[in-house]
């Protein structure tokens, strides 16, 4: 984390549940949580994961400040929105999951090498570049991340599915050249840098 970073969050230093609240995207409402258990017995991927949305918010309202930021469990939330239907307290849930993981990389602290944040990134750099998703080189740049060997295997072990995606004309071979893009890149990319500056400012970042 950058020195005035640090600067940035040393107010909240012991107390987590009000940083979560006014620097998380709806942490607002994590204290209406009663605990009743119903997300993490809803989620699908509840099984599999070290901290359920209930236990996140249980380790905030606590102030397991590191256990919380540094929780690979935020980063695996599928978007599926099964808790928020279910939650009798209406908090929404995958917006804070989504907004821990969120606030985590902004800070420096999230789980490096965590697959969906390396998914995420490798995604983001993709759609700025030219305003749309270049399905191609988002693929490739995905199966080459771990390296050139690698990236062979995972092609290989993709080429039925890539040949069916090109049959149905799902996926243009051609996009590698070029593929499509907005008309107005750089007014886009301009507008995304605007968008930055502001939410830094309001929440006292620097990058
Ligand atoms: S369903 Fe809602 S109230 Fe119940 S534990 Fe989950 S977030 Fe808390
Ligand atoms: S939206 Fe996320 S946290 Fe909620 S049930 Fe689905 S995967 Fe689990």
Redesign the pocket.
């Known amino acids: 984390m950058s020195e005035l970073n640090q600067k940035a969050v040393a107010k909240y230093q012991n107390n987590f549940l009000k940083e979560v609240e006014e620097r998380v995207e709806d942490g607002e409402w994590v204290s209406m949580c009663m605990q009743c258990g119903v997300?993490a017995g809803?989620?699908?991927?509840g099984p599999h994961w070290e901290h359920s949305?209930q236990k996140i918010f249980r380790m905030i309202m606590a102030g397991k400040r590191d256990e919380v930021l540094t929780s690979d469990s935020v980063w695996m939330?599928?978007?599926?929105?099964?808790?928020?239907v279910r939650c009798p307290r209406k908090l929404p849930?995958?917006h804070i999951?989504h907004g821990i993981a969120h606030y985590a990389h902004r800070l420096g602290v999230a789980p490096k090498g965590q697959p969906t944040r390396e998914l995420a990134s490798v995604f983001w750099k993709n759609l700025v570049k030219t305003g749309r998703v270049n399905e191609l080189k988002f693929s490739l740049a995905v199966y080459f991340k771990d390296g050139f060997s690698q990236g062979i295997k995972n092609l290989l072990g993709m080429q039925g599915i890539a040949l069916g995606l090109v049959k149905a004309k799902r996926l243009n071979p051609m996009e590698i050249i070029g593929g499509h893009k907005c008309k107005d890149v750089g007014g886009i990319q301009k507008m995304l840098a605007k968008a930055k500056e502001i939410e830094d400012r309001r929440q006292g970042y620097t990058s």
Do not use: E, H, N, V
Not at 42 to 45: K, N, T
């Open positions: 997300c809803s989620c699908p991927l949305p939330c599928t978007s599926c929105y099964s808790c928020i849930i995958t999951m």
